[in-house]
């Protein structure tokens, strides 16, 4: 079974509107896939209803987002299903398994973008979708992805979701002189492995394609 979430674009009008300035216009800033090849049907569908829900969402300049806030609790009567997740590294049917593939997405396409992490939690076992270093688990009411936009426009998430991929872009509306500050700046994600089970993330600050920084992101241990 195929899904596939596609951007409502009035969406995005209305994002313009409310900034009420016509001269806004999006221009992305990120894109991030994973794949969703070997996920089972439950883990798709999960996926599919978290990404829905924070698909078209809008941070505003200087704001923060919660994953947790916007997708909501993992219930059956919200439409989730029981799908495999990983609890001390075994693989057990749980309410949501799959949310944490959408959450790992965003949190990559966000150090892209040039977003700010505020809270991050790695796996205990490494998910096979990302390299080690590079996931974002989940738990409503235990374990949140949590970002703030360091920029002077809004930013919106958009996502959609194949039979095999996941996808998610980080949307600027800029104007013309933020787009041509933009387009000075380029972020990259670089893995420094410490051991087999223990890795660092760095994000790499360029501007005019000079390194200017050099973040830590974070370091990841696994059991493996």
């Given at each position: 079974?195929?899904?596939?979430l596609f951007t409502i674009f009035a969406t995005v009008l209305a994002t313009i509107t409310l900034w009420g300035c016509k001269y806004h216009r999006p221009v992305t800033m990120a894109t991030f896939r994973t794949s969703l090849e070997g996920r089972t049907e439950g883990q798709k569908l999960n996926a599919m209803k978290a990404a829905r829900a924070v698909n078209g969402t809008v941070i505003p300049a200087g704001s923060t987002f919660s994953f947790n806030q ?155």
């Open positions: 079974m195929a899904f596939r916007r997708v909501g609790s993992w219930t059956r009567e919200r439409g989730f299903v029981r799908a495999p997740v990983s609890l001390g590294g075994v693989l057990v049917p749980s309410w949501g398994g799959g949310v944490c593939q959408v959450s790992t997405t965003l949190y990559v396409a966000a150090l892209l973008a040039g977003l700010e992490v505020l809270e991050r939690h790695h796996h205990a076992v490494a998910p096979s979708y990302v390299p080690k270093g590079m996931d974002a688990a989940v738990a409503y009411g235990v374990a949140d992805l949590r970002l703030r936009n360091p920029f002077p426009f809004p930013v919106q998430i958009r996502f959609e979701v194949s039979e095999s991929l996941l996808t998610c872009r980080v949307i600027g509306f800029m104007t013309p002189r933020q787009e041509r500050d933009w387009k000075r700046l380029k972020f990259q994600v670089r893995r420094e492995t410490l051991s087999p089970q223990r890795v660092r993330l760095w994000r790499m600050h360029y501007r005019d394609s000079k390194l200017v920084r050099r973040e830590l992101c974070n370091e990841s241990t696994y059991m493996r």
